[in-house]
């Protein structure tokens, strides 16, 4: 018997417009939004389907990106479709701690408000990422090591692309190192902050604060924690995981060996873009990635996941 497993994209996969077909076609879909604009107290139709410049601030682009997630895993679960597991790239988690039933829709949507505001605040100045593309991960970890200052890796995305944050000057001599090293290239990328590094901890500790109020349950459905890639099924691992989150890197290799090992043949992409589909595509290129996207083809989509 198949087994699914819903993931969800992270930050820097949104675009204006993502979603507004479900929304005008899927009444639970429609709901989500409307959700997310009473918990965020942001107007997120207006933010995600007009033209604006937010939509790429880190303070609007993470609730813009959950809220869209949320709105297309409605979707899917109004078709009956339902997974075994649940995992989500760094901001994709809150998605799939929410799919997995351990975190209420609203407390989850305000919850990636605050998240935002606090990762934009918390480092507005002199931080910087890079994606290094090639290179072994013993010498991008050296890198990090030799360079001098705070540097570290952030995420762990696939073979051939992992990407290093921190300190500006720090990330850069990491950088050269690498280059020394014949790296195929090293690509300083369009972010606010350094996140997934130390310099993320005044964040995590509003994070903290925010979380002591929010209630959570034991998941329905196992998710995979980005902190250890492993899974969480009690209720009391999931606020240290996603403290530890903001400062730990992403380990999104990790994630899917050990999906593939629990037998999970199929994964659900869900929300804008492929980009998860392409880092599967890396790490293994047998895996099968479904991307929930677009209205259009979703009837069609759906029927084969049924199939």
């Known amino acids: 018997m198949s087994k699914l497993a819903f993931v969800f994209p992270g930050q820097g996969s949104q675009y204006i417009g993502m979603g507004k077909d479900f929304y005008e076609n899927v009444p639970e879909s429609k709901a989500a939004f409307e959700a997310a604009s009473e918990a965020s107290g942001v107007d997120i139709p207006k933010l995600v389907f007009e033209e604006n410049k937010d939509i790429n601030k880190t303070e609007f682009t993470q609730i813009a990106v959950m809220t869209t997630e949320i709105a297309l895993l409605e979707a899917v679960k109004a078709e009956g479709i339902e997974a075994q597991f649940t995992a989500g790239h760094s901001l994709g988690e809150y998605s799939a701690i929410t799919a ?88 300083p990328l369009k972010v606010s902050g350094p996140f997934h590094s130390e310099l993320m901890k005044g964040a995590a500790e509003k994070l903290k604060e925010a979380l002591g109020g929010v209630e959570v349950s034991a998941p329905r459905i196992p998710y995979i924690a980005n902190f250890n890639a492993s899974p969480v099924t009690k209720a009391e691992d999931i606020k240290p995981l996603l403290i530890q989150q903001l400062t730990g890197s992403v380990r999104w290799t990790e994630t899917i060996e050990y999906l593939k090992k629990e037998g999970v043949d199929t994964f659900v992409e869900i929300g804008p873009g492929k980009t998860l589909a392409g880092f599967n595509k890396r790490i293994d290129r047998e895996l099968k990635t479904v991307n929930i996207e677009k209205y259009e083809d979703f009837k069609e989509k759906i029927g084969a996941l049924r199939a």
Do not use: H, W
């Open 100 to 187: 997995a039933g351990a975190i209420a829709m609203k407390d989850a949507f305000r919850l990636v408000r605050l998240r935002g505001l606090a990762m934009q605040e918390a480092y507005p100045t002199g931080g910087a990422m890079s994606a290094v593309l090639g290179g072994t991960l013993e010498d991008i970890e050296a890198a990090c090591r030799e360079a001098g200052g705070i540097v570290s890796v952030a995420n762990y995305n696939c073979l051939g692309q992992i990407v290093i944050t921190g300190e500006e000057k720090a990330v850069a001599a990491a950088g050269e190192i690498l280059a020394g090293k014949g790296v195929k290239k090293v690509v």
